[in-house]
């Protein structure tokens, strides 16, 4: 009895640790970005983009947004399949079933800028 007692309380800690909102500056790089609602945001090249391809320096495009998210990489759920595509386009990843619908609205806190085509 003792241990289905534990059991549910580390699954109840553990679901409310996935349900609460994460803080709106976790994972935010501290001072490198400016916010998009702040400034006009720089534009990048493919190739420009294509440097940052590390687990320590890691940038993706999406639909045509470039977003710098080197500090997530840790926390990301799905482990090293965000480094699949660091450096380059990961849209088609990104709009995966893997990912539930709060992962839209977390990208924007990486949004560095657009795509030059």
């Known amino acids: 009895m003792e241990m289905i007692v534990m059991t549910l309380v580390v699954l109840i800690v553990l679901g409310a640790l996935y349900i ?3 803080s709106k500056n976790k994972g935010k790089a501290k001072g490198t970005h400016t916010n998009a609602t702040s ?5 990048y090249t493919k190739k420009e983009v294509s440097l940052h391809n590390k687990r320590d320096d890691c940038w ?3 639909k045509g947004k470039v977003y ?10 799905g482990g090293d399949a965000i480094l699949n595509n660091a450096g380059g386009d ?13 992962v839209f ?4 806190e990486f949004y560095i800028g657009d795509l030059n085509n």
Do not use: C, N, W
Not at 39 to 43: A, Q, R, S, V
Not at 105 to 108: A, E, P, R, S
């Open 20 to 22: 609460i909102p994460r």
């Open 39 to 43: 400034k006009t945001l720089k534009t």
């Open 60 to 62: 993706i495009i999406v």
């Open 68 to 77: 710098d998210v080197t500090p997530y990489v840790e926390e990301h759920p």
């Open 90 to 102: 990961s849209t088609e990843g990104f709009f995966g079933p893997q990912h539930a619908t709060r």
């Open 105 to 108: 609205d977390m990208v924007d």
